[in-house]
């Protein structure tokens, strides 16, 4: 009975989930904790109810929130790590020669992931397929990788 209800959930609850963090990915992750955490309790748990599956999805949703503040106080708080300025510099000239130089494709998808954008969102601005997006990534991360490499 419980793996037939929380095998349901993912569709039943999108919806719900997409309310409370306005991200799809965040949505389905925070889906995918709840029910690994239902799963765990399945022997203490005996109402199994929607008004249950949502109250765990809430206390999902507020561990992603403290911890994406978390990780952004740390992130505001850290020194950069560059110790070496020349030679930050010269790779990061380096990086752009070797962007600059690529497919435009390639170019375009590498700054937008660089901007922080998502491969759906990347996909859907530039009227690509995701995997596609993903795939310029790629290829353009193994060219960056290769060049840097030669340098060191």
């Known amino acids: 009975m419980i793996e037939q209800y929380l095998a349901k959930a993912p569709k039943r609850f999108l919806s719900y ?3 409370l963090t306005k991200d799809i990915d965040d949505a389905n992750d925070i889906i995918q904790e709840a029910i690994i955490s239902i799963w765990r309790s399945r022997d203490r748990t005996n109402d199994l109810s929607d008004g249950y599956f949502k109250y765990v999805l809430k206390q999902k949703f507020v561990s992603l929130i403290r911890k994406q503040k978390k990780n952004m106080q740390l992130l ?6 560059s110790h070496n300025d020349a030679l ?4 990061l000239k380096e990086l752009d020669q ?8 390639h170019r375009d998808v590498f700054r937008l992931n660089m ?23 790629r290829y353009i991360r193994i060219k960056i990788k290769t060049k840097l490499l030669e340098h060191a």
């Open 98 to 105: 070797i962007v600059d130089t690529a497919n435009p494709l």
């Open 115 to 137: 901007a922080g954008y998502k491969f759906r969102e990347i996909a859907e601005m530039l009227d690509i397929p995701e995997g596609t997006a993903v795939g310029s990534m």
């Open 76 to 81: 505001l708080d850290s020194e950069p790590i």
């Open 17 to 19: 989930a997409m309310g």
């Open 88 to 91: 930050t510099k010269f790779y």
